[in-house]
């Protein structure tokens, strides 16, 4: 992977952009960049709009390091990346509902997050009056003795809606179309104007089980742009508080694939599991999820005293106790059966998305933010990440075991090694400078970025999360080909992408 | 698994005595609610959830009461798949407009008599959603609610509460 810096440094860059550089570049150079992109010598982290300008951030070189290209498009409009490198696609569709841009040649025309029934058209950009819905035109299949399945977006189960449209060939999908944005909640236009602190109350709620990563990932960013240092120990708290995130949704999340493969026992025993650590968060931070616990400048809370015995406890009764459910995962013939070979993600479409988290680690992709654009206090802990290849069901609940223990271990080191003091850094009030930040945390789910613009005094004026699903979702399509049917939830629910953090 | 099944039977069960009911929530019950349903239902309920656009915080913490330690089966209380089949939705989030018709037609899909529980602070009024191009702003604005379960997201014991006073209005006895 080559460095985006060398193409990018004859631009100028933003001066208050923190800590990794934006460039604002020309129509030439964004061509460059969707080339590199597609030739696989960089990768897309994110691209969203502004007002009037679309930004882009890739990730390349050795090691790996972040930068942000920024496009002016006075006319409206802007050369498609998603023409060359279909990652980009999502994001510009978006890009046009929210504000109104267009990449002028796009492939994909059809909105997106804008269903067509919001109060206003383009509501980040120029706001339109809203127009009539028209039906959305779901892709065609062709082919003797095919048949349509639509699913949702009320889904049968507890959980998010979204509308699956499948085509299938007797039991045998030939295809699915995703549609999203039913959770669309203008998260972003809510932030632009808010103060800090409502942001950040905005910036845990983007998807509930990733409060503590989206927080730490507004946080970073927020600080970045303020130029202040939270203190050491809230630093060591945010990773502690993650890795209990991660390791809560990991339990849940094993249990209920496996449940999925009709093998009950490991969800009632995974769950009472997750139970315990979400009891230990409330005991520890004063929420089960953990919610609003980081804060922009720190944390708002400090670990309770008692904190230190109850995790040690938690540990240990985890590491008592998962063992033999992953024995009995192995052992069970019926389970592999349903989980090996089924919804199998290439490696190739997982380096093409950047696909984060354990969806491209289970497909061979070696990416963690903790550990390859590495922020405190990852620099100090001593982990592994796990990664296979074979891209199936089974190797996305290994590699999910893998983190458990992983999570676990560095559980036991921040309590071990994290320092004493203050854990909230005052933010400058009504005299704050503006600024821009920039960051990339690791949340159960993949890499997640947030990027922010403040405006002088505290505000936001512009923000954006960038959730790890954007670039998972895509790849669920790819993976259930093939599948059948009723595999889906289970190929689904191995994924476990968000869609309020997608849709936001 | 002989093992893991052995270690079930012989150990004390995890599940833990349900709540008392809080006054608070009870109260919310309308009175729409508690009249002329008595035993309808012979003690039971099917409960639909419908996420009309949460973050799926509260969606967790609903999940969670299957779990073991509180075990909403034993109320007679179970989420089913589909409207058609339940007594009770139970809505959370703000309502985005791109969820309101969905929200619509499952209610109009729930045969009568049916309860509309609203769960989470989004769904009282939008929370920190309210006002913005894309949710409506409370599910009362939709369809009827009979009763809101408070929090952000409501903690499983909160969730219960609520929905156990929802049970005692709907079959008189308790
Ligand atoms: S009430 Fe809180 S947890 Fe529930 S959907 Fe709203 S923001 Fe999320």
């Known amino acids: 992977m080559t460095n985006a810096t060398p193409i990018l440094g004859a631009f100028p860059a933003a001066p208050d952009h923190m800590p990794w550089p934006r460039r604002v570049v020309d129509e030439a150079i964004w061509r460059v960049l969707s080339a590199r992109l597609s030739a696989g010598e960089l990768s897309l982290l994110g691209l969203w709009g502004d007002a009037g300008m679309v930004h882009m951030a890739v990730l390349g070189g050795d090691p790996v390091a972040v930068t942000v290209a920024s496009l002016a498009c006075p006319d409206g409009h802007f050369p498609s990346v998603g023409r060359e490198h279909p990652p980009a696609i999502r994001f510009e569709r978006a890009i046009r509902d929210l504000f109104g841009l267009e990449a002028s040649d796009a492939l994909d025309r059809r909105p997106w997050l804008d269903h067509g029934v919001w109060s206003a058209r383009t509501p980040l950009g120029r706001p339109g009056a809203p127009e009539a819905p028209t039906p959305y035109a779901f892709l065609t299949s062709v082919g003797e003795g095919l048949h349509q399945i639509p699913v949702g977006p009320v889904h049968a189960g507890i959980i998010e809606p979204g509308h699956f449209r499948f085509t299938a060939a007797g039991e045998t999908v030939v295809r699915l179309e995703e549609r999203l944005g039913y959770t669309h909640k203008g998260v972003e236009a809510l932030m632009a104007g808010a103060p800090i602190d409502r942001a950040a109350m905005l910036a845990a709620r983007c998807s509930g089980d990733s409060t503590v990563a989206s927080s730490i990932a507004f946080a970073r960013a927020v600080e970045a742009a303020l130029r202040v240092a939270p203190p050491p120990r809230a630093v060591w708290l945010r990773a502690l508080a993650a890795e209990l995130e991660r390791v809560a949704n990991h339990l849940g999340d094993i249990g209920a694939i496996c449940n999925d493969a009709a093998f009950a026992v490991m969800l009632a025993h995974c769950s009472v599991l997750r139970e315990r650590v979400l009891r230990a968060a409330a005991n520890c931070f004063g929420h089960r999820l953990m919610m609003d616990a980081v804060a922009p400048g720190g944390m708002s809370v400090d670990l309770a005293a008692d904190g230190p015995k109850l995790l040690h406890e938690l540990v240990a009764t985890i590491r008592r106790t998962l063992p033999p459910l992953v024995e009995l995962y192995d052992d069970t013939a019926s389970l592999q059966d349903r989980t090996v070979g089924t919804g199998i993600l290439k490696p190739e479409l997982a380096r093409q998305f950047a696909c984060g988290g354990f969806v491209g680690r289970a497909s061979g992709r070696s990416f963690d933010a903790r550990r390859d654009l590495v922020y405190p206090p990852y620099d100090r802990l001593r982990f592994e990440v796990p990664v296979r290849r074979e891209g199936d069901v089974d190797a996305r609940v290994r590699v999910r075991i893998a983190e458990v223990e992983e999570s676990l271990t560095m559980i036991v080191q921040i309590l071990a090694e994290m320092p004493s003091g203050a854990v909230l850094a005052d933010l400058p009030g009504a005299d704050a400078p503006g600024g821009e930040g920039i960051a990339v945390v690791e949340g159960f789910r993949g890499d997640i970025l947030a990027w922010v613009r403040l405006a002088p005094g505290g505000i936001v004026d512009r923000a954006h999360l960038r959730d790890p699903s954007w670039l998972q979702w895509p790849l669920l399509e790819a993976a259930i080909e093939g599948n059948i049917v009723a595999d889906f939830p289970l190929c689904n629910k191995s994924f476990n992408c968000s869609y309020s953090g997608h849709d936001l | ?174």
């Not at chain 2, 099917?46 to 969606?59: F, K, M, P």
């Open chain 2, 1 to 174: 698994m002989r093992k893991i099944l052995l270690e079930g039977l012989l150990r004390r069960p995890l599940t833990e005595p349900p709540p008392a009911a809080a006054d608070a929530e009870t109260a919310e019950l309308s009175l729409r609610l508690k009249q002329g349903i008595d035993r309808v239902f012979g003690g039971s309920l099917a409960i639909r959830l419908v996420d009309a656009g949460s973050c799926n915080g509260c969606e967790l913490e609903i999940h969670a009461l299957n779990n073991p330690f509180y075990d909403l089966e034993r109320f007679g209380l179970k989420f089913v798949a589909s409207p058609r089949h339940a007594d009770v939705l139970l809505v959370t989030g703000p309502v985005t407009r791109n969820m309101r018709e969905a929200l619509e037609r499952t209610h109009a899909a729930t045969p009568s008599p049916k309860w509309v529980v609203a769960a989470g602070a989004c769904a009282l009024d939008g929370g920190l959603y309210a006002g913005g191009h894309a949710c409506v702003g409370g599910v009362s604005e939709v369809i009827p609610v009979d009763l809101h379960i408070p929090g952000c997201p409501p903690t499983p014991t909160m969730l219960l509460r609520g929905l156990l006073a929802l049970m005692a209005a709907c079959d008189g006895r308790r």
